[in-house]
């Protein structure tokens, strides 16, 4: 069985500050990892995903994340913050089969003036 | 990227009346498309597993006369809400996944904002 574990329901910063959104993960095999965003009353957009090739993977909009095995991480970050990136963020984790696919609680980014 | 589009993205509708919601893939096959459900400021529910030409296969909990889901070819899934009450409101995903790569990558559709009345 899998899960993925969002660490924070909302983070806050302010426009300009790295961003940190962290997620770790539980997977019997070697799962890919992905991470979608959502802007209110829409569907998902892929910001990445890791897909056992390089570990440090970078996705659209400035943001990157690094699959760290021995923690069991796949946290998202950005350097710079801007307004538009206010949204929700999921963490998916999917494994072997098309059916075992999870998704984290999901991350709420606030991003201050 | 993919398109993945779903219709009707609002609809309103009476208790006691069946809600049809499509999903479709416009640019790529999708022989496997998912349904999620989502409460607000929730994560996405994974509902069930529609594979085109058989059954869906439905999560735990998730009652199969109550959300009918047909596949009928590849680029095409409906989710229907039979005898719709007010507690069936909700924001509903679909998602296709693309064929070719050991782990497809899922694209998803806008939603659907069902209101039962």
């Known amino acids: 069985a899998q899960s993925v574990t969002q660490l924070d329901s909302h983070v806050s910063v302010s426009e300009g500050t790295p961003v940190l959104l962290r997620c770790n993960y539980s997977s019997s095999y070697s799962p890919s990892l992905f991470w979608y965003v959502q802007h209110p009353n829409k569907g998902l957009q892929l910001l990445l995903k890791y897909t056992s090739a390089a570990t440090l993977v970078k996705g659209i909009n400035g943001f990157e994340a690094e699959f760290k095995k021995s923690e069991t991480s796949f946290h998202l970050t950005k350097p710079s913050a801007h307004m538009s990136d206010a949204a929700e963020y999921f963490c998916?984790?999917?494994?072997?089969?098309?059916?075992?696919?999870?998704f984290g609680a999901g991350t709420r980014l606030t991003v201050k003036p | 990227g993919a398109v993945v589009s779903q219709h009707p993205s609002w609809v309103i509708c009476k208790s006691g009346t069946s809600v049809k919601i499509e999903c479709r893939s416009l640019d790529f096959q999708a022989t496997t498309m998912f349904w999620y459900r989502q409460f607000p400021k929730q994560s996405l529910m994974l509902m069930a597993t529609s594979n085109e030409g058989s059954k869906a296969t439905y999560e735990q909990g998730v009652e199969k006369d109550k959300f009918l889901i047909n596949h009928a070819s590849l680029t095409l899934s409906t989710l229907t809400v039979t005898s719709a009450h007010p507690e069936d409101s909700s924001f509903y995903i679909c998602?296709?996944?693309?064929?070719?790569?050991?782990?497809?990558?899922?694209?998803f559709g806008e939603g659907s904002r069902l209101t039962v009345l």
């Open positions: 998602s296709a996944a693309s064929t070719g790569t050991s782990y497809g990558e899922l694209f």
């Open positions: 998916v984790v999917w494994g072997d089969n098309n059916n075992d696919m999870r």
